[in-house]
């Protein structure tokens, strides 16, 4: 697996808290904890800003998703809004997680909780080549679903 160094600058309000790190040898995403200065409510159907108290410095070239925990998805149903979040190598600003509750309760997040994850990725940037038409293929235009449904039930 390829390492890169990060650097990271803890906010006042992280204070305590611990860097995010791989929990596991295999994991790719590191957990995000939740620098709340005191517990914050995300109503049922409500969704909130939560701060990490963390900036980075990504350097060009990668990016860093911000991602779902599967664990707070499936007890709770509370996920992150806009996933997978995207922080730019070129952004200076903290890293904060938009989550969402789609759960039946209200859900409550505490100071140092795991709310989110974050794995960093490399990014390629596309010039756009205007062309005449394009080159055909089996699938063609075929829209959501199209592969993803047998014949027996179109």
Do not use: C
Request: net charge positive.
């Amino acid at each position: 697996m390829r390492k890169i160094k990060i650097p990271v600058q803890k906010l006042p309000h992280a204070g305590n808290l611990p860097l995010p790190k791989y929990m596991t040898a295999g994991a790719v995403g590191m957990d995000l904890l939740a620098a709340v200065e005191r517990e914050v409510v995300i109503r049922s159907g409500d969704f909130q800003s939560v701060p990490t108290g963390l900036q980075i410095a990504l350097p060009e070239g990668f990016e860093a998703q911000v991602r779902p925990r599967s664990g707070i998805a499936a007890r709770f149903g509370v996920t992150v809004l806009n996933a997978p979040g995207t922080v730019d190598s070129d952004y200076r600003g903290e890293i904060k997680v938009l989550l969402v509750n789609h759960g039946a309760k209200d859900f409550t997040v505490k100071r140092g909780d795991r709310i989110a994850q974050l794995v960093i990725a490399g990014t390629i940037q596309a010039d756009w080549e205007p062309v005449g038409s394009l080159e055909g293929t089996a699938r063609g235009q075929g829209g959501f679903g199209h592969t993803g449904v047998s014949g027996e039930r179109r």
